[in-house]
């Protein structure tokens, strides 16, 4: 981890994982109570360093409490979508046969669906909260973890090693635990600096569109909110908008730095 | 003569491979007595790793029946099948691939005792010092990772690997080939002591004469998945009937050439 895009990437990650922790620390109260006059400018009042929106809720708690959302969406997305992404892959590829035709056209169905209007149908269906949003993101993205732990496990159960596994005797199971699934995960953690990325733009394009959870600030509300008042307050779009800009950087730049510290050490070892 | 510790009948096995059939095995018939060494020897693709990887049940067979230990081999499934794999087992050629790139050799030898119930947790270690000893290794290697040891040193653990179930025979799919000439000569004479003193069967892989005539009792020569000749070393290399063997006997550097006419 000493490439200058990896360490700029754990600057901002680091920074907005403070935030994320501290705001509820600075800002006890509720982000969306009305604290001020409307429409105040940044800059101008002490207590309100950010100003405040159009219903006098204040931007910087907003921010704060925003880093919050979307970084436990994006974490926990990348999660689910990990999660199933390997249990199916390692599955579809120890098993083969149909077992793998079946569980890969599944897969097939939902990659084929853009993943945006997935999440979309699924939180007009079932209504939104914290929990539907993350399982909604994650129903478009574990079909990428899924396909490749497949392809890592089909080149990896055919290596001399899994083969010595089952000479001694070792159970089937244990073979897959043991010996193929952590020489098949390298690769698909590169994968979750992505899906971490595409989770949290999702999120916030579902809180944009009014689909977000509403008792939750997100960064994507805040943009919708300001956008009413783009020519007058352009800073109510603007600071969420930087915010999302920093998450997804950082996450993009962390993985990158993680990718390369990973390949060095293999070319290294 | 002594009940055979593995015999296989009429072994046949077919790949399909981008629609075009490859007969890799046969009607292979092969036996291979107590204590005893068979070298089976032939050209890349001839079907001896197939065979090896049919008889460790890696593969299945197509037709033909194994006994192991009097035994119906092929027969066996789930839980009685993986009990019984500790009496066969087997050495791969490239000692590197060989091993999950994340373990250590005293992990790797410690797997055989634990799935076994042949030593409990806490005789484990002494028992994983004792297998390394054995194959000419210092017990404190075991807390070392499999990639941190030289190529020889790594096919060690590989025997003292397949020596820790006390199998009845051991395959060795071409052990020295990946290894420098200097170390063959070690791994070849620790797998001679060890069949001398633990009484282990042996079949012995190789797609050249010059090293398995120095270990094998028996030679099997195969040519396209078929045992095109079988006998007793001497018998073979003294008079090889097929076109196979005599190819394959001329291809052995012979010392005496140089002095005669």
């Given at each position: 981890m000493h490439s200058p895009e990896g360490v700029a990437g754990l600057c901002l990650i680091v920074l907005l994982a403070a935030m994320a922790f501290a705001a509820p620390l600075l800002y006890p109260g509720d982000p969306l109570a009305i604290v001020g006059?409307?429409?105040?400018?940044?800059?101008?009042d002490p207590a309100l360093p950010l100003g405040t929106d159009r219903l006098g809720r204040d931007v910087a708690a907003g921010l704060m409490h925003g880093a919050r959302t979307s970084l436990l969406v994006g974490l926990a997305t990348a999660l689910v979508a990990l999660a199933a992404g390997t249990l199916v892959g390692t599955v579809a590829g120890l098993a083969g046969g149909l077992m793998d035709e079946a569980l890969m056209r599944v897969v097939d169905a939902f990659q084929i669906v853009p993943g945006f209007l997935l999440a979309l149908a699924f939180v007009s269906v079932t209504g939104a909260s914290l929990p539907v949003i993350i399982l909604a993101i994650g129903l478009s993205a574990w079909t990428g973890p899924a396909r490749l732990v497949r392809a890592e496990v089909l080149s990896i159960r055919e290596r001399d090693y899994v083969a010595a596994a089952r000479v001694i005797g070792m159970h089937p199971a244990e073979v897959a635990l043991r010996e193929v699934l952590p020489n098949a995960l390298p690769p698909v953690l590169a994968l979750t600096a992505v899906i971490v990325a595409t989770a949290v733009l999702v999120e916030a394009a579902l809180s944009f569109l009014g689909l977000g959870d509403p008792n939750v600030v997100t960064w994507g509300s805040m943009i919708a909110e300001g956008r009413n008042v783009l020519r007058t307050a352009p800073h109510l779009s603007m600071v969420p908008g930087l915010g999302l800009v920093a998450t997804v950087l950082g996450v993009y730049l962390l993985g990158e730095g993680l990718a390369d510290a990973m390949a060095g050490r293999k070319a290294r070892g | 003569m002594p009940e055979p510790v593995l015999i296989a009948q009429n072994l046949c096995k077919t790949f399909i491979s981008r629609g075009r059939r490859v007969t890799a095995l046969d009607d292979v018939s092969l036996t291979i007595a107590p204590g005893e060494t068979l070298g089976l020897v032939g050209a890349s693709g001839s079907g001896k790793s197939t065979f090896a990887r049919v008889l460790l049940r890696l593969l299945p067979a197509d037709a033909g029946t194994v006994r192991l230990l009097g035994e119906d081999w092929l027969k066996l499934r789930g839980r009685a099948l993986r009990a019984r794999r500790r009496s066969i087992q087997m050495v791969f050629q490239d000692p590197l691939a060989a091993f999950n790139p994340r373990a250590t050799i005293g992990g790797v030898l410690a797997d055989p005792l634990r799935i076994h119930g042949l030593a409990d947790r806490a005789a484990r270690p002494a028992r994983v010092g004792a297998l390394l000893e054995r194959v000419g290794?210092?017990?404190?290697?075991?807390?070392?990772?499999?990639?941190?040891?030289s190529g020889g040193e790594r096919q060690r653990v590989a025997i003292a690997r397949a020596l820790a179930a006390r199998p009845s025979l051991i395959v060795f799919d071409e052990p020295v080939s990946a290894l420098d000439q200097s170390i063959r000569g070690q791994i070849l004479k620790l797998m001679a002591d060890l069949q001398k003193s633990e009484g282990f069967s042996y079949v012995f892989i190789a797609h050249d004469l010059a090293v398995v005539r120095l270990v094998s009792h028996q030679v099997a020569i195969m040519e396209s998945g078929r045992i095109v000749e079988t006998g007793p070393t001497p018998q073979i290399i003294a008079n090889p009937r097929s076109q196979t063997g005599r190819a394959l006997v001329a291809a052995v550097p012979h010392l005496h050439r140089r002095n005669a006419p």
């Open positions: 006059r409307a429409l105040t400018a940044p800059f101008t | 290794l210092p017990a404190s290697y075991a807390v070392r990772g499999v990639h941190e040891v």
